[in-house]
Structure formats: C-alpha cells, structure tokens
C-alpha cells in the first residue's frame, strides 16, 4: 500500500469532480435524516435512475482504461458470468422448508460459493420506486484473495487489487445464475441478483440480518471467518425456506477501539463516529470523498485490505477474542 497519498497529500481528480452532480451522495444516501425509510437508488443503478448516473460511468470508463479489468468487465470473462435464466418447470416440486435450505445452500457451496445464508424480505432492502414479490432472499459471500487485494490501491501498472474484484464478482454472478436456476428447475421462482450492479434489492441489510457479516467502520461488513475479504451476491425466491439469524461476534467492539481504516483511507472518508442514516445510527462512509479515490484507484480496497479482520485465519481468533473479552468485562 505504499503508494496511497497520505490524507493531507490527497487532492481528487478533477474529471470526477466535474461529474459529481449538485446534491451530495450523503445527501441521496439519508445522512442525518431521522426517519426510517427505504434507500434511494444510487452507484451501480442504471444511470436515468439516480442523481449519480454521469459520475458513475466517468468511473467505469476510467476503470475500463485498464485492459486487464476490461478483460473481467467484458461480456466473456474468464470463467463467465452464469448462465442465462431458465424457463421455470411447470411441475413445482414440494418439501419441507428446512430441507430445501440445506440442499440449497450445499448447491451453492459446490457451485463456487464460499458462504450461503437465508434471511426473509424485507421493505428495506428495497429500493425506492422498486418492488419485490419474492419472500426469501439468499446471500452468497465469496472470498478474495488476500494477497491480490493487500495490493491496493490498484493503479494501471498494478491493476492486481481491482482485478481480484472483478474477478470475484463474476465468480458471484456465477454461484447466484446457477442458483436460481436450480431453483427454477424445481418449480419455484427465483431471480439471480449478480452484483455489483444493483436494481431492486440492497443486499448489505439483508446479508447482515441472514448473519453473513457484521458492519464495520469502513462501511463494509465483516464476516466471521472471511473479515472483509469478500463479495456479494444473492437470489430472491418463493421456494419456502427457513432463516438464518444476525450473529453478533464482536467486530462492533473491536470497531469501537481501533482507526486503523479511518487512517488509511487517502481522502480521510471513513467517519470514526456512528451516524445518523436514515433514522439508524450507524457506521459511515462519505460518499462524496471516497468515490473520486475509489475511481482512480480502480476500486480502492485498502480499507477491506488493511482491516485486521481480513488477514487470512485471524477473523476466527479476533471474533473468540472478543467473545472472551465481553465475558470478563460483563
Ligand atoms: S479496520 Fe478496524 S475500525 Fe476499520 S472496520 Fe476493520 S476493525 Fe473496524
Ligand atoms: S474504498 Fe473509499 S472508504 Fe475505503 S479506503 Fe478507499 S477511499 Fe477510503
């Protein structure tokens, strides 16, 4: 990571300034808004459906300058992106609700998926203007390298940190398509959300009430066993099924004391205090100072890199740590 700007040394790019629009990303996000309510469409919506949409193509076409993202960004990847949806069976095949979640999430695990969990829908992980019928949601987490992405900030000599990315969101792409189409297969409805490119579902709330992970300073979550080493993706079905739960393994504490992202971040947008979004105190990042370093960076990372959480095989003792900790102190 030596070659990030320290904060006082950033200074953003003016192409992606010139393209950020009069209202804020925090604005558009619900910063200090009191009241609960749905999230408004934003980055990765299509672009005439969000107050963002010339800003976020100034950052792909930027990120499209590297040929070796190009390669991952393309529409024949290394490896694909999934098949195209399957008509679904006319004949629905019945059981009970716990046994298609084990087999679901076993399909997943042996269809590249690194975690799978289950969570019921709810309004708020739909965007506004947006509906969804389906009652279930189902998150797949898949792992990236450490190595890869302790590279960043990506550059287009080392575009290595945002390659990993890509890379990894074909992979999850590619578990949610043959997830849901196994499902469909089976009579039942089911649509595939890829990532990163969202439409109807916010997954991060989802993910977080299914146990996938806990939110972290650095506004990303933290998963048990992965830290913050990781993507997303999901399926939205009715085939019937049962919920995983929240875990709450001591990422929030250990948040609580340490800065290390706050202090790696070049253009200091990780805010060190909770705040209020949407009517819920929560862990923040400023959208409007990430973005122009997450553009030339071709994905920054370094926050996801330099959480202590991410180091392969330290999650598991950090989360038994900190589980310790809250024991002795009550
Ligand atoms: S680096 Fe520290 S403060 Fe930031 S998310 Fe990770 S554990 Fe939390
Ligand atoms: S991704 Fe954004 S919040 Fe994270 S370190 Fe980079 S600029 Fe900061």
């Known amino acids: 990571m030596s070659r990030a700007p320290k904060q006082s040394e950033y200074h953003p790019m003016q192409q992606f300034l010139a393209a950020f629009p009069a209202v ?8 200090g808004e009191t009241d609960v309510r749905r999230p408004s469409p934003f980055f990765w919506h299509p672009p005439d459906k969000q107050t963002h949409g010339r800003l976020q193509a100034e950052v792909i076409n930027y990120h499209r300058q590297s040929a070796a993202m190009r390669e991952h960004f393309d529409s024949n990847p290394p490896g694909g992106r999934g098949p195209a949806p399957v008509e679904r069976a006319a004949v629905r095949i019945d059981k009970p609700a ?21 969570t019921t829908m709810k ?4 965007y506004e ?9 189902v998150l797949i987490a898949v792992a990236m390298d450490y190595d890869e992405l302790s590279q960043a900030p990506a550059s287009f000599e080392n575009p290595t940190a945002g390659v990993v990315v890509a890379k990894e969101y074909n992979r999850a792409s590619r578990v949610s398509r043959r997830l849901a189409n196994h499902i469909l297969a089976q009579g039942h409805h089911a649509k595939a959300w890829p990532g990163p490119y969202a439409s109807a579902l916010s997954m991060m709330p989802a993910a977080i009430d299914a146990g996938v992970g806990q ?20 399926v939205t079905t009715d085939m019937p099924l049962v919920s995983d739960t929240s875990e709450d393994f001591g990422s929030e504490d250990f948040c609580l004391n340490c800065q290390i992202c706050t202090r790696a971040c070049p253009p200091g947008a990780i805010r060190n205090d909770k705040q209020l ?13 990430c973005i122009p370093y997450f553009g030339e960076t071709l994905g920054c990372g370094i926050c996801l890199a330099v959480c202590p959480w991410s180091r392969p095989g330290t999650a598991a003792s950090l989360a038994e740590k900190m589980l310790r900790r809250r024991e002795r102190i009550g």
């Open 277 to 289: 979004v949407r009517g819920v105190e929560k862990w923040y990042v400023d959208f409007d100072k």
């Open 123 to 126: 309004p708020l992980y739909v």
């Open 129 to 137: 203007g947006y509906a969804l019928a389906d009652p279930w949601v």
């Open 215 to 234: 939110l972290g300073k650095h506004g990303s979550l933290i998963h048990k066993a992965l830290g913050s080493s990781f993507r997303l993706s999901a």
């Open 98 to 118: 716990a046994r298609w979640s084990e087999e679901l999430k076993a399909f997943a695990l042996a269809n590249e998926g690194d975690d799978v969990r289950i």
């Open 24 to 31: 804020s990303g925090n604005t558009v996000n619900g910063l």
